[in-house]
């Protein structure tokens, strides 16, 4: 499984982005997709996952300002950021998971920078 990032990129305080993530190769049975962040001297953290089903997870950090969607048949996943605060720095991190014979695969793409200017 491969997974290209695009839409990261610089911005103002209150500004919007958009983040997407393409998967590719052997898709098949792929489930959840979605985002994690580093920012520096910082654990990756998650920030939100999407299930095949629609099902979303959101760290509290980005509720109500973030936005996780997909397009199955595309095998994309997208993020919404609006309301950016400088503490949402950080590398951004595409993942995708799927389950096979009991095990937890995880798929992981190249990040992209976003940065908050204040």
């Known amino acids: 499984v491969q997974l290209q990032a695009s839409g990261g990129g610089l911005v103002q305080a209150g500004g919007s982005l958009r983040l997407s993530c393409a998967a590719s190769?052997?898709?098949?049975?792929?489930?959840?997709m979605g985002w994690y962040r580093q920012a520096p001297g910082k654990q990756r953290e998650l920030v939100a996952m999407?299930?095949?089903?629609?099902?979303?997870n959101y760290a509290d950090s980005v509720k109500g300002r973030f936005t996780i969607s997909r397009d199955n048949a595309k095998s994309t996943v997208y993020l919404q950021m609006n309301t950016l605060r400088p503490e949402d720095t950080a590398v951004y991190y595409c993942?995708?998971?799927?389950?096979?014979?009991?095990?937890?695969?995880?798929?992981w793409g190249q990040g992209t920078l976003v940065t908050v200017s204040s």
């Open positions: 999407i299930a095949r089903s629609g099902a979303t």
């Open positions: 993942r995708a998971d799927r389950v096979r014979y009991g095990v937890i695969y995880d798929y």
């Open positions: 190769g052997d898709i098949a049975n792929i489930n959840g």
